[in-house]
């Protein structure tokens, strides 16, 4: 079965960073688009970052372009989200998300496999 594990999420002090990890049992791993997506408390899921394939083009929302960096490691079918100068407002539970074709990386609906998220809490 496929399946992504999402790891690295925690409690950091704004200002600070963190590293989010995504494991993934995928097949053919190098061949998808991985993406990241965050769900604030209260508010709807919304795209934060997406590699089309392992040598393709990285995509960023605007909210956090120039602080966070997604890259992959194809040799143990890893991507990573480094999070850093985290403010209060990246506070979100993050999922991991692939799509085999990678039509459009910044629409949820495209996503074939999902992790169950991590949480990302950043204080004042």
């Known amino acids: 079965q496929v399946q992504l594990v999402e790891s690295g999420g925690g409690l950091v002090q704004a200002g600070g960073s963190l590293r989010l990890s995504c494991t993934a049992s995928?097949?053919?791993?190098?061949?998808?688009?991985m993406g990241w997506f965050r769900q604030a408390p209260g508010k709807e899921r919304e795209f934060v970052a997406a590699?089309?394939?392992?040598?393709?083009?990285?995509l960023y929302a605007d909210s956090v372009k120039g602080r966070f960096t997604l890259s992959r490691d194809n040799a143990i079918d890893t991507v990573y989200l480094q999070m850093n100068s985290l403010k209060p407002e990246d506070t979100a539970v993050y999922y991991c998300?692939?799509?085999?074709?990678?039509?459009?990386?910044?629409?949820?609906?495209?996503?074939?496999?999902w992790g169950q998220g991590t949480q990302v809490t950043v204080s004042s």
């Open positions: 995928l097949r053919t791993f190098s061949s998808y688009t």
């Open positions: 998300a692939a799509d085999r074709w990678g039509a459009a990386p910044a629409r949820e609906s495209e996503y074939d496999y």
């Open positions: 590699k089309w394939w392992s040598g393709g083009r990285t």
